[in-house]
T-cell receptor
Framework: QKEVEQDPGPLSVPEGAIVSLNCTYS??????FMWYRQYSRKGPELLMYTYSSGNKEDGRFTAQVDKSSKYISLFIRDSQPSDSATYLC????????????FGPGTRLSVLP | NAGVTQTPKFRVLKTGQSMTLLCAQD?????MYWYRQDPGMGLRLIHY???????AKGEVPDGYNVSRLKKQNFLLGLESAAPSQTSVYFC???????????????FGPGTRLTVL
């Protein structure tokens, strides 16, 4: 079993839809949870991060962590074609980059 | 500010050839990283550095060497390339860890390497 699992997609939705992206993990010691967005042929860029459990909102994006279920989610409201990208989840015991574990990514297409 | 830059952008090697990938950052970051990204595998850490003159192994270091002679540069070397090293390579940098605050990693645009 991989340490972090993520549905690879591709996921196609119409513009304006609510998108739910999810990751499950096996190590209960993870405390830092991140979502990165990666456009085609570009490097990943940080979208959101959360420490421990709970929700965090930033504009149209909401990150949710459920440590009891070892499950994290990223919700995108009013999705736009510019949201079309691959979304990578990442998690860590500490806030040090050398400890991050990345999911394989979910490819999202938002159709106009 | 250019952020994190990588050269070259693309490269095709034959098995057994060697090459060096260069990463440069102008954000005065202490930490730098080399990752490889393969389909279905996510980003995997090859080597990292927590400061000038220091390097350490990551998850998949075999077949690679690194050097950090200057704070702003982090070099990744392949001494004898193998087809299994065909991948997209990303460099990243970040400031040092501080308390519980997550220190964002800034990624370069990647180098696409094919080993025939």
């Amino acid at each position: 079993q991989k340490e972090v699992e993520q549905d690879p997609g591709p996921l196609s939705v119409p513009e304006g839809a609510i998108v739910s992206l999810n990751c499950t993990y096996s190590n209960s010691a993870f405390q830092y949870f991140m979502w990165y967005r990666q456009y085609s042929r570009k490097g990943p860029e940080l979208l959101m991060y959360t420490y421990s459990s709970g929700n965090k909102e930033d504009g149209r994006f909401t990150a949710q962590v459920d440590k009891s279920s070892k499950y994290i989610s990223l919700f995108i409201r009013d999705s736009q074609p510019s949201d079309s990208a691959t979304y990578l989840c990442a998690m860590s015991f500490y806030n040090y980059g050398q400890n991050f574990v990345f999911g394989p990514g979910t490819r999202l297409s938002v159709l106009p | 500010n250019a952020g994190v830059t990588q050269t070259p952008k693309f490269r095709v090697l034959k098995t057994g050839q060697s090459m060096t990938l260069l990463c440069a950052q102008d954000m005065n970051h202490e930490y730098m990283y080399w990752y490889r990204q393969d389909p279905g595998m996510g980003l995997r850490l090859i080597h990292y550095s927590v400061g000038e003159g220091t390097t350490a192994k990551g998850e998949v270091p075999d077949g690679y060497n690194v050097s950090r002679l200057k704070k702003q540069n982090f070099l990744l070397g392949l001494e004898s390339a193998a087809p299994s090293q065909t991948s997209v390579y990303f460099c990243a940098s970040s400031p040092p860890a501080s308390g519980r605050r997550y220190n964002e990693q800034f990624f370069g645009p990647g180098t696409r390497l094919t080993v025939l």
